[in-house]
């Protein structure tokens, strides 16, 4: 038997020798498109062997991949079969049931006032009696019309100048970033600005008109560097061993992007040249990744960022793909762990302006948390790890169609919900903490995590799990012990982080007037199961607010006014840190954070 591993869908398991990649995914429940049945016909089942040998590559794995592609491990999933353990990323064309994102956020009214200015200008052609320079013609068009004083053009825009305002008629929309021509094409183009979120797991993408501010296209992809480790901690690591490492982290990211800019462009009849501005946000080690910054210090005491500030960069440096002279703008970080993101989300959520106490959080598999006291604002970072992606959970999931996303028990009657409506085919985080805080209530586990007996709790392998559905012919799904251990971890974080705050701030959690809850897995999860197991402070529902992708919300934002981006900057001077590994007694707090109940005692 060989133990495969199947990304970014997180499954994984035992399959036995003989049997192709494909066959394997069948087993694992893993839908990956094959329209000809496995023959090598159709060549949809696109996989790239990330760790592990398979058989070497066919004739037609040869005709579909060129030889670079064959070194990186890319092959058909219906002609490889795996020669030990392997680990197999699935991109998302290969799979024909996508996970479910989570792109929406709070709608804030914003009234537009962009970095990038843009002017319908009719210029006079040139003539022997003036034959003036194009750029010259060009600024005193803008100066007569519209009172811009001149500037500079953008290098890329001056090598098609000419040949544009002649093909234009002298008439063109032209695209200003402070006093820098950036762009330029017909009048009346629709220009449109890029807003990303880039998560360790998940990347938002949000395209927006940019006059009137409104979203003309969203949608998400999973972060392919996920092949490269599941945390940000193994992808630092990975980075830090050589240039050559960084880069391809880098790349996959740019790669993923371009060509998802690309899709959501034809989609609405535009195309990427006309994107004439971006922000985008991520975590701190994320946002250096993308950068190609040094990373190395961010794995080591004290955990100091390379960079802090706000930053612009030509897009083309960074290698995506938008207008001539298109920059990205990056909200400044907060410290190590502490990033654009969390910026972003306090942006959205408008925290800084909220009267008394206000905790925001937004969980992922890396939370942080924000306590805003009456204006003293205190950030953390918690490392609450991939198991509310579904990893590490042996029938694990992420949030795609038939993931068991709610669990109810009574007794020993249960009932589960998936994603779907369909069969079950494994747990994603929602449900692994729906299911856990129902186990709790009903006495499967006690507040230390430990199973006892129960009709719906057995023994395999000398180990217990919990039953939540029979399959015949095919594994159970079920929770074991070491599933609930992997919650509590990651539970433990999220609430040592708050109680780390409640304690600098000097109140209680009944101090706490309003919870707002951000991120895509915070937009699945029940609150009340949340507090059972006391992940979240024991306070009434009516104080919580779900609030969905803050920080794409905060991206939008920044991208279509300048005011917003003062803000932002604010923010990140105001916000304070606190690092959890200063806390005294750190071990011994987070093994009592570990215990599961709806009390938050201080720990």
């Not at 066959?23 to 790239?48: E, M, N, T």
């Not at 012919?473 to 012990?481: C, F, K, L, P, R």
Request: charged letters at 20%.
């Amino acid at each position: 038997m060989h133990h495969i591993e199947f990304e970014p869908v997180g499954r994984r398991g035992s399959c036995p020798e003989g049997i192709s990649l494909l066959d394997c995914a069948r087993l694992l429940k893993v839908d990956i498109v094959s329209i000809c049945g496995g023959l090598g016909s159709c060549r949809r089942c696109r996989v790239q062997v990330v760790s592990g040998a398979v058989s070497a590559p066919t004739a037609v794995d040869r005709e579909t991949f060129a030889d670079a592609e064959l070194k990186q491990g890319w092959r058909l999933a219906c002609t490889a079969f795996p020669q030990g353990d392997v680990r197999v990323l699935v991109p998302p064309e290969s799979l024909s049931t996508p996970q479910r994102m989570q792109v929406e956020g709070l709608d804030q009214q914003i009234a537009p006032d962009p970095a990038v200015r843009i002017f319908d200008v009719q210029l006079t052609p040139p003539s022997l009696e003036d034959p003036k320079a194009d750029d010259s013609n060009l600024w005193s068009a803008l100066e007569r019309d519209h009172g811009v004083a001149s500037g500079i053009i953008d290098l890329a825009v001056l090598q098609v100048l000419s040949s544009r305002l002649r093909a234009l008629n002298w008439r063109a929309d032209v695209v200003l970033r402070e006093s820098e021509i950036i762009a330029l094409d017909a009048p009346q183009t629709r220009w449109i600005g890029l807003a990303v979120d880039i998560g360790t797991t998940k990347i938002a993408v949000y395209l927006v008109d940019m006059k009137s501010g409104e979203i003309a296209a969203s949608s998400a992809l999973m972060n392919p560097q996920i092949s490269y480790g599941e945390d940000v901690v193994s992808r630092i690591h990975i980075a830090g061993e050589s240039a050559e490492n960084a880069a391809k982290l880098q790349a996959l990211l740019v790669d993923a992007l371009n060509g998802t800019i690309a899709s959501m462009c034809d989609g609405i009849g535009s195309d990427p040249s006309h994107i004439v501005d971006a922000v985008i946000v991520a975590n701190t080690a994320i946002h250096h990744l993308f950068l190609q910054a040094p990373v190395q210090q961010l794995g080591l005491v004290p955990y100091v960022p390379a960079v802090r500030s706000a930053l612009d960069i030509k897009a083309r440096d960074l290698g995506l793909k938008t207008a001539p002279g298109g920059c990205v703008h990056l909200l400044p970080n907060v410290a190590g762990y502490v990033g654009a993101d969390h910026v972003a989300m306090l942006l959205a959520t408008r925290i800084a302006e909220r009267d008394g106490i206000t905790l925001a959080i937004d969980i992922g598999t890396n939370t942080e948390i924000c306590l805003n006291r009456h204006g003293r604002m205190k950030s953390v970072s918690c490392a609450s790890g991939p198991a509310f992606e579904g990893a590490h959970i042996e029938f694990g999931m992420r949030a795609a169609q038939g993931a068991i996303e709610h669990v109810r028990l009574s007794g020993d009657r249960l009932e589960i919900q998936t994603i779907g409506g369909v069969a079950p085919v494994g747990i994603c985080g929602s449900g692994l903490l729906d299911g856990i805080a129902q186990m709790l209530n009903s006495g499967v586990i006690d507040a230390s995590g430990r199973m006892q007996d129960h009709p719906l709790v057995r023994k395999r392998n000398g180990r217990r799990e919990f039953v939540l559905a029979q399959r015949p012919g095919e594994s159970d799904i079920t929770i074991s012990q070491k599933d609930v251990r992997e919650l509590q971890a990651a539970k433990a974080a999220i609430r040592l982080g708050i109680q780390a705050l409640i304690d600098d701030a000097g109140i209680t959690e009944n101090d706490i007037d309003r919870v707002i809850i951000a991120g895509a897995f915070g937009t699945f999860i029940d609150v009340q199961s949340a507090i059972e197991i006391g992940m979240l402070p024991a306070l009434p529902l009516e104080r919580f607010q779900q609030v969905g992708n803050a920080a794409g919300t905060g991206a939008r934002m920044a991208l279509i006014s300048k005011e917003m981006r003062r803000a932002a900057l604010e923010i990140a001077e105001r916000d304070g840190y606190v690092e959890l590994a200063c806390i005294p007694d750190f071990n011994e707090r987070f093994a009592a954070a570990s215990n599961l109940g709806a009390e938050l005692q201080p720990v």
